[in-house]
């Protein structure tokens, strides 16, 4: 994958990381990098403002949708279903993963959908753009794509890597099972039967 | 399916009518270099007072609560900005508070203040809202859009908000535009119309006089959204004050009334479930009986191609005024035309056509100040300010944009405010020798509609003459 405007490999060594003892946040490492800022002038030298440059690291909680985002990486899409015997929508199965119902706010399940993904995903819509913005890490031209599962209520977006998207055809998500990034990209999605010898590095079906 | 109790779908009823005294706008541009924030929003608070002949010192002494809708705090780079605003503005101690719903952030800004003046806490308030998208370059700019997207499960994808949302306009071109080359060319009709009318407005960035063709032969953005097809990204600043009868009438002879309902939906495109369609007045249950029928994959509903949210606004404001059929009750209509098919999906979802038949109101040539079919009247008219593809969509200031417009045709005044000389002068800007007034003649009733990017927000605006407000409402 592309990375334009990368840090670098100093700067990236250096960069904070996290992890949780006893409940708390441990971080270690550089959290922000400074630059000087510049001044902005016109054509006649007159100060119209600065620049502001900024390089900072946030340390964000996944919460109940880790399980989601770590399947991933195993090779496997983790869905949530509500159980609630009491509820109007009681078993509606949820992708995107809901860790709470939205109608009954009851803890959801966590359901492995693989199996049903890999036979019977189907593309409900979808877009091609050769538009991205900032931090892009996708090749472009993207093609997002909306996948229906059966059974489930809701539509995923994904991004096909391989072959032209069409509505109603059936799609199988690929999972980034060598060094995942633990991000909704380490899922991406082929034309069904595309060959396995030709699916981006580092994923698997 | 999704259903909803009646609690839920009780239409609102206000304490007392509230009134819209007067509004202004800035000049929106890409960028304003030259300019702080502040002095935007004081360009468009000084057109207001001046609107109805104060000061802005006489003006500010109505003012007893203020409401400030600026949508993205990363673009301004500044944390409370809006504190910031109301500090320049020298509206300090007065209670004021940041409104945030995305693209609908104007509408609701005005919803906020509507609300605070028919409880009775405030008898003037002032909602004012801007955007500078100037401070960083356009794809730092998508991205921090983006970010308005869920974090985890959309921005990483593409960082680009545009094609979360192009997603629905390529499901509504397939099912309901059946991927026709006329409903193609319907919707490049409404760019050719949009950017028409901005070269009459003194404030539009992107007036242009183009044709059919020239919006088919733009750029790719997402197949079929052209370049032509899509909205502004715009600086700029628009405010209104609404007030009481009785302060209204102290500050002004005209005053309009004003009504505002609001509606939401899920801010993943991917998590809408099915639900029955919630009918406005003018439409039976039975007429969408075979909808899937005429349009193969368009009976699951909201589904990508309806915007619930809009549908709930109006739903909730047409009851409240009393609208029975938008087209016949209403003179004139300012829709978020985001891009020209989010522009069609809306006439369906606000019940201007029934879902479905929305390329209709283009075709009939409805939506015109003057229909070219006829060379009457329009029945209908959109956007006559150039709408967030002619004009702009500095995205706090939008929703105010067009409710300001929409008054100024009730108000008579539409000509004065978009025909000044010195105000094209002002701005910099050279007026059109075939510059042709506007104005919607015997403009009563009007509509805003005040929309968040995919769908989230949405907000409806009914303005109308006090000598002819509508009966039936629960007002
Ligand atoms: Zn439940």
């Known amino acids: ?37 510049t001044p902005i002038k016109d054509e006649t030298g007159k100060l119209m403002g600065i620049t502001n440059p900024r390089d900072m690291t946030f340390i964000h909680s996944y919460g109940g949708e880790a399980i989601f985002f770590e399947s991933m990486g195993l090779g496997k899409l983790m869905a949530s279903r509500c159980d609630n015997p009491d509820c109007e929508s009681k078993g509606s199965i949820f992708m995107p993963f809901r860790i709470h119902c939205p109608d009954c706010l009851f803890k959801n399940t966590v359901v492995d959908i693989t199996e049903r993904a890999k036979k019977n995903a189907i593309v409900h819509s979808f877009m091609i753009t050769e538009r991205t913005g900032a931090f892009n890490t996708l090749p472009t031209p993207i093609k997002f794509v909306n996948v229906e599962f059966e059974g489930v209520c809701t539509i995923l977006m994904g991004a096909l890597i391989r072959g032209e998207p069409k509505i109603g055809m059936r799609v199988v998500p690929i999972f ?23 699916l981006p590095e580092g994923y698997t079906y | 399916m999704i259903t909803f109790s009646d609690k839920q779908l009780k239409i609102p009823k206000m304490s007392k009518p509230v009134y819209l005294v007067t509004g202004g706008m800035s000049k929106f541009a890409r960028a304003m270099p030259e300019k702080r924030t502040e002095e935007i929003c004081i360009d468009a608070m000084t ?31 500044q944390l409370l900005g809006e504190s910031v605003i109301h500090d ?41 809202g801007w955007e500078r998208m100037d401070e960083v370059p356009t794809d730092e700019g998508n991205n921090l859009i983006s970010c308005a997207a869920d974090k985890d499960w959309e ?20 099912v309901f535009g059946k991927q026709e080359e006329s409903f193609r060319k319907t919707m490049a009709e409404i760019a050719v119309k949009n950017r028409g009318y901005a070269r009459m407005n003194p404030h539009a960035q992107g007036p242009m006089d183009i044709t059919v063709e020239d919006v088919l032969n733009s750029p790719i953005v997402a197949h079929p959204l052209r370049a032509l097809d899509c909205c502004l990204m715009s600086v700029g600043a628009a405010c209104g004050i609404l007030a009481d009868e009785k302060t209204a009438y102290e500050m002004t002879d005209n005053p309009l009334r004003i009504d505002l309902a609001a509606g939401s939906h899920t801010l993943r495109v991917a998590d809408r479930r099915n639900m029955e369609i919630p009918l406005l007045p003018n439409e039976t249950k ?39 059929d938008p087209t016949k009750d209403l003179d004139l209509v300012e829709l978020h035309d985001a891009f020209t098919i989010s522009d069609i999906q809306t006439y369906e979802d606000i019940g201007i056509r029934p879902y479905g038949e929305g390329r209709t109101y283009v075709e009939s040539g409805d939506c015109y100040h003057t229909n070219p079919n006829t060379g009457e009247p329009g029945k209908l008219p959109a956007n006559l300010s150039g709408g967030l593809i002619g004009n702009m969509h500095a995205v706090g200031a939008t929703g105010i944009m ?42 009563k009733r009007g509509l805003a509609i005040s929309h968040a990017g995919v769908g989230s927000h949405v907000t409806c605006t009914i303005l109308q003459h006090p000598d002819h407000v509508l009966e039936g409402g629960t007002l």
């Open chain 2, 155 to 174: 921005t990483p994808m593409g960082h680009i908000y545009t094609g979360y949302y192009a997603v629905m306009a390529q499901k509504y071109w397939q």
């Open chain 2, 402 to 443: 067009q409710i300001i417009e929409v008054g100024q045709h009730i108000w008579n005044r539409w000509g004065e405010m978009h025909g000044d000389e010195a105000k094209w002068e002002r701005f910099d800007r050279e007026k059109p020798k075939d510059w042709k007034n506007l104005q919607v003649h015997g403009a």
């Open chain 2, 286 to 324: 039975e007429q969408y009986a075979d909808l899937g029928q005429r349009f193969p994959g368009g009976d699951r509903y909201p589904g990508f191609t309806g915007f619930l949210a809009a549908r709930m606004a109006s739903y909730y404001a047409y009851r409240m005024v009393g609208i029975q």
């Open chain 2, 47 to 77: 057109e207001a007072a001046k609107f109805i002949d104060m000061t802005p010192a006489q003006l500010k002494k109505y003012i007893h609560t203020c409401y400030y809708g600026h949508f993205a705090d990363h673009f301004g780079d």
């Open chain 1, 176 to 198: 980034k099972t060598k060094n995942p990034d633990y991000i909704i990209t380490d899922m991406l999605w082929v034309p069904a039967d595309w060959p396995t010898e030709d």
């Open chain 1, 1 to 37: 994958m592309k990375m334009e405007h990368k840090a670098s490999a100093e700067e990236d060594s250096k960069r904070g990381t996290v992890k949780v003892v006893n409940g708390r946040y441990k971080p270690s490492g550089l959290f922000h990098f400074i630059s000087p800022n």
């Open chain 2, 88 to 128: 320049r503005l020298g509206l300090d101690p007065l209670g004021n508070c940041g409104v945030k719903t995305g693209g609908a952030t104007g509408g609701t800004t005005f919803w906020e203040a509507y609300k605070t003046i028919a409880s009775g806490y405030s008898d003037c308030a002032l909602a004012m």
